[in-house]
């Protein structure tokens, strides 16, 4: 599952937090409900809470709406060379 960055800074890239990906990675996420497809760069990684247990990446904004996400949580597909 995917999820959007909790963020209040409005950013244009396509940015992702990422549980075991180096910083700097380069990932490819495919949106599974409609195949749209984003390239994105991590830039951090996902905390160890209860909420993001089955949570495999979380997105900015703008990449969310670039994959034509209509849930908060939605299923993909990651592509990367570790």
Known sequence: LAEVIDDDRETRKYLALH???PTGT???IRNEM???IVF???VGSIQDTGDNQKILVKIS???FDRLGAVD???PVELS???
């Open 34 to 36: 409609n195949d749209q």
């Open 61 to 63: 904004k703008k990449a």
């Open 72 to 74: 908060n949580r939605f």
């Open 40 to 42: 994105v760069r991590v």
């Open 26 to 28: 380069i990932m490819q």
């Open 19 to 21: 549980r075991s990906a």
């Open 80 to 82: 990367y060379v570790p």
